[in-house]
């Protein structure tokens, strides 16, 4: 295995350094790289080499020829070979050996470069992944725990096996943003430090770090190399541009870059470029431009757990008091002494505060990077940033209003400290400002005391791929005592300012208000209250980087939370509206026999419901002005009856609502006399047929009362009495005729009059069904019978033939008409013994409506067939048309054939067959029968040129309903329009 068989390799190494043999290469441009270590230790091992001109070239690309040697040379595998199948690479090429040895021991497949291996070209982060697994001959993991998790995995589409392992062995590791960029191409520094934990690795072993970004610290930063460094801190700014630096090292030319370390003055450092150079008493004096971040750093990736050190801070003015006081017991991951922020009786611009704020682990998570992938066509950037605030803050207030100021409606930011600094590293640091803000709105006496607390964890990430990404994990709690008496509004709470700086060229900030919020309006019914938590935050970013630059402000969280809402000072509910009233007679008899009588009038009031009510009360005089005494309390509906008034009575009512807050005011008064009223209406009418009778039945109502019984036809609602004055609550209607339905209604009467009509019963018209002959001679009919179906009206000039099919039992048919579908119908054919029928009494171009019955033989009528429509037609005279010939040798046919009259289709009850019969047509020779499934089916010839006026149809299927019609043919080949259709049914017939 590998680790075995390197190890031996570098102690080795190590052994002929420390006995005076060769000693590793040292390189100019690597002495504060973050990769040193790892260069050196391959570098001992003979395994990378630099430049001629001493350098190492940390940043540089790493073609694929220049891995694959390091692999080899790491594996010692041998390099006899010389046997390489790719065209593009020639025999004399100096990597032949070591692509070759990839070849033979499976690092490289053919099959993975179709179009040449290309060995000059920058080796991709997926190619140094696979061929390292394959280097180390570690199995392939087909189960992605790992690579699942990769942001931009969808983006690796072949060898994802291999990647997956490779991340199993934390040799090859995910970016710090989550993705794995596989296309992009690896520096001479990063595939260093992968072959030295290639190195160092032993099967089983567990990555070291997880392969997506995470909170553990890292501070790299990596200049240049022709960046210029100085050591010196004496250096100032002359105006925006000019700058005086006291330095006899700094070489500087137009164009340069430099970077100055930290002063008093500067926290953290700046970075400028030369635009021009002039000397005075032996300082330079530079005029600068602000460069790209790409023209400073190789490599930038910080990221710093930093903690808010009480002792940085500094009271805004002598009012303000800053105290530390015990260490937080709250498990975080920052553990720093508390520190109090106290006010006392301060005055800003009519507010007269006490505060107390105590802050517990207070820090910042800060971190800020560049990532640049340039390839030979394009260029991907990507610029984050990350500003977390931290801590554990309780805040309280007691704050009053000064009344003589007038209206106080402005933000008020009363700074607590003075700017304060936070290193995070060279060149990077956090300014930040702590204030107390208060929104009020208020012009009157106000005093608010409130207390909240408030766990922070907020802040937000920001990268130019995309965007902004809040970070918010707040939780609040908050108490609140209001005292006030007009509409007020007051918020309150910390405002933190802070902003993440790179060098003046990047920078991150965020303005945090969380606080709580009190509402106070005077309203009607109740004064309102609520109190909310709020949480308001403001991003803002700006860069200026090799290919973008831009400055970005969001407001990216504001959110209200509702703690809790009350109403006060609440009012008694408002007088009920549109009081009324409606007198109802009430009549009940008691007793076995009826021997007891109850007769009276009861008053029935009903009003409008009133918001906030949660009861009424009704009250009651006998004159207008009192006084009113309660009838009925804590009434939770909107009607009440009165069952205690007296005929001939005037009586004097009044409603009231009341709730929690009291009963409020009476509504309007109402005036009613009381009178005889007519009986309540008869309930639970119900009608049943027997034979041709009807007997109703209803609810008896009591007392002195008869009932009128009255009776409509159908659906009519033309109501006639039928029986008056009836004392019980039944009747039977004898002359309910069995071929008719009717509909009843019965009133009560008393000396009060009649009352409304009860509700409505109906009977249908009677049916006999299965009736059996008393005597066998002597015949029954059947009294109702079906309509007629398969009705047609066919229009033809002067005439219009109608026809349909034949009703068992009839003994003929009525045939009527009308000038609309839903008009007055006459009858024009009385008992037709025939299915058919011609209306020769009809005007041509005039559309008529046409419906049959059927009729038995005792003078029972049937339903009325569907209506049918028809609109009979003008003649061609064929003397006014002149037909001229194309050719006179051409004879011309005449223009048309009639159409088959009387065309009937009945089964033959012995055979069962069907047997098609038709009247014959002047001047034809022949006809042709047609059949289908289905009335408006496809048609097909069954007979063509039939010679007679008859046709048996014997193909049709048994028990099967066929349609038919006809067309007549003349000895020229012309075709009349089809008869009506006509169905039937093949049966089996007799047997």
């Known amino acids: 295995m590998l680790f075995s068989v390197i190890a031996p390799y570098l102690a080795s190494a190590a052994e002929s350094g420390a006995k005076g043999g060769e000693q590793p290469a040292t390189f100019s441009d690597i002495q504060s790289h973050w990769a040193y270590k790892e260069i050196m230790e391959l570098s001992a091992a003979n395994i990378v080499n630099g430049f001629k001109d001493g350098t190492f070239k940390p940043t540089g690309n790493v073609t694929r020829e220049e891995f694959l040697k390091m692999l080899v040379e790491l594996r010692k595998l041998p390099k006899e070979s010389s046997a390489v199948l790719f065209n593009d690479v020639k025999p004399e090429r100096w990597s032949v050996p070591y692509i070759a040895a990839g070849l033979t021991n499976g690092i490289l497949l053919l099959a993975d470069f179709p179009d040449g291996f290309k060995p000059s070209q920058p080796i991709t982060r997926n190619e140094m992944a696979v061929w390292i697994v394959r280097a180390l001959q570690l199995p392939p993991q087909k189960e992605e725990k790992l690579l699942g998790n990769v942001k931009d995995q969808a983006d690796i589409k072949w060898n994802r096996d291999l990647i997956e392992a490779a991340l199993g062995t934390g040799i090859i590791r995910g970016n710090p943003d ?34 997506s970004s995470s909170d553990a610290p890292r501070k790299i930063v990596e200049y240049k190399p022709e960046v210029k460094q100085s050591n010196s801190t004496n250096y100032s700014k002359r105006d925006e541009v000019t700058w005086v630096i006291n330095d006899p090292n700094l070489k500087l030319e137009v164009g340069d870059v430099f970077v100055m370390p930290p002063n008093d003055k500067y926290f953290g450092g700046i970075a400028k470029k030369v635009v021009s150079i002039s000397r005075e008493k032996g300082a330079l004096v530079v005029k600068t431009s602000v460069p790209r971040l790409r023209e400073v750093f190789s490599k930038l990736d910080v990221h710093a757990i930093e903690a808010i050190n009480p002792k940085m801070l500094v009271p805004a003015d002598p009012s303000i008091q800053i105290k530390m006081n015990e260490v937080s017991k709250l498990d975080t991951s920052l553990t720093l002494p508390c520190f109090n922020i106290a006010m006392n009786n301060a005055n800003y611009e009519g507010l007269v505060l006490n505060a107390r704020m105590n802050f517990c682990n207070l820090g910042v998570i800060a971190d800020i990077g560049l990532d640049i992938d340039v390839d030979w066509f394009d260029v991907d950037l990507d610029f984050y940033s990350k500003l977390v605030l931290t801590g554990d803050i309780t805040t309280n207030v007691t704050l009053k209003a000064d009344t003589g100021k007038g209206d106080i409606n402005k933000p008020k930011f009363i700074p607590l400290t003075a700017p304060f600094y936070v290193p995070v590293f060279t060149g990077v640091f956090v300014k930040g400002q702590l204030y107390l803000r208060i929104d009020p709105k208020f012009g009157a006496s106000l005093e608010i005391k409130f207390e909240d607390k408030f766990h922070l964890e907020q802040g937000f990430t920001y990268s130019s791929n995309k965007g902004f990404q809040a970070i918010n994990k707040t939780t609040n709690t908050a108490t609140l005592d209001v005292n006030s008496k007009v509409n007020a509004s007051l918020a309150a709470g910390p405002d933190f300012q802070l902003t993440l700086t790179l060098l003046d060229i990047a920078y991150a900030g965020i303005e945090l208000y969380p606080g709580i919020r009190a509402d106070f309006i005077e309203q009607e019914p109740c004064d ?172 008896k109502i009591g007392g002195f009362i008869t009932y009128n019984v009255k009776r409509a036809e159908g659906s009519s609602n033309t109501y006639e009495t039928i029986a008056s004055n009836i004392n019980e609550s039944t009747f039977t209607d004898t002359a309910a005729s069995i071929l008719k339905g009717y509909s009843y209604i ?183 029968v047609m059949r289908s499934g289905a009335a408006n089916g496809t048609y097909e010839a069954i007979g063509s040129k039939v010679s007679g006026t008859t046709f048996t149809d014997s193909t049709a299927a048994i028990g099967t309903t066929n349609y038919y019609k006809i067309t007549a043919v003349n000895n020229k080949g012309a075709e009349s329009k089809a008869t009506p259709i006509k169905s039937a049914t093949r049966s089996s017939g007799i047997r």
């Open 178 to 211: 989550g993705t794995f960029k596989g296309g992009n191409n690896s520096t001479r520094a990063e595939a260093a430090v992968m072959l030295v934990r290639a190195l160092h690795y032993s099967p089983g072993q567990t990555p070291t770090t997880p392969t």
């Open 528 to 699: 309102a209250i609520s109190v909310s938590a709020f949480l308001k935050l403001d991003v803002i970013a700006g860069y200026d980087v090799w290919v973008a630059d831009g400055k970005i402000s969001k407001t990216l969280v504001n959110l209200d939370y509702l703690l809790f809402k009350d109403e006060i000072n609440c009012a008694p509910p408002q007088p009920p509206n549109n009081l009324n009233a409606k007198l109802i007679g009430v009549n009940v008899q008691f007793g076995k026999f009826g021997e007891g009588i109850l007769d009276r009038t009861d008053v029935e009031l009903r009003w409008d419901t009133v918001s906030g009510a949660t009861s009424y009360n009704v009250k009651r005089s006998d004159a207008p002005g009192g006084p009113f005494k309660a009838k009925r309390s804590n009434l939770k509906g909107t009607t009440y009856t009165d069952t205690t008034a007296s005929k001939g009575n005037t009586y004097y009512y009044q409603v009231t609502a009341g709730n929690e807050n009291g009963e409020g005011a009476p509504s309007r008064i109402l005036p009613v006399t009381v009178v005889d009223m007519p009986p309540q209406p008869p309930v639970n009418l119900t009608a049943v047929r027997s034979g041709g009778t009807a007997i109703l039945n209803w609810d």
């Open 746 to 928: 019965v009133t009560a009467l008393d000396r009060g009059g009649e009352s409304e009509i009860s509700n409505k019963a109906y009977v249908t018209k009677g049916v006999v069904i299965d009736i059996t002959p008393v005597t066998p001679q002597v015949p029954i009919e059947v009294l109702l019978m079906p309509a007629p179906d398969n009705f047609i009206a066919e229009p033809h000039s002067g005439k219009v033939v109608l026809s349909w099919n034949a009703v068992n039992t009839a003994s003929g048919y009525n045939v009527k008409r009308s000038n609309a579908t839903d008009g007055t119908y006459v009858t024009i054919g009385s008992k037709v013994s025939d299915t058919t029928f011609t209306d020769t009494t009809v005007e041509n171009g005039k559309t008529y409506y046409y419906k049959v019955t059927a009729l038995n033989n005792i003078g029972n009528e049937s339903k009325d067939s569907l209506i049918k429509e028809a609109k009979p037609v003008s003649p061609i005279d064929l003397k006014d048309i002149i037909v001229i010939p194309i050719d006179p040798v051409i004879t011309v046919n005449p223009l048309f054939v009639p159409t088959p009259g009387n065309f009937n289709a009945s089964t033959d009850i012995n055979s069962g067959k069907v047997i098609l019969s038709w009247n014959a047509v002047e001047g034809a020779t022949g006809y042709n």
